[in-house]
């Protein structure tokens, strides 16, 4: 039998290629006083225990 080698990945690869296909990624820049109102709605999200995604989540699925 041949000796095959096989490639072999590090778990950074192996989590960047994952999240590629999984993933669809967003950052927004809100400004302090233009946005207040929208940084104000997701900071009560927030304080009710929510992560900032879901917190942005749940304000879009409400409109």
């Known amino acids: 039998m041949a000796d095959v080698k096989r490639k072999t990945y590090t778990s950074s690869e192996v989590k960047a290629r994952y999240n590629k296909k999984t993933y669809k990624n967003y950052h927004i820049n809100l400004r302090i ?3 207040a109102d929208v ?22 699925k409400k409109k």
């Open 39 to 60: 940084i104000d709605m997701i900071e009560k999200e927030k304080n009710q225990g929510y992560a900032t995604t879901e917190a942005i989540k749940r304000l879009i």
């Open 33 to 35: 006083q233009e946005d």
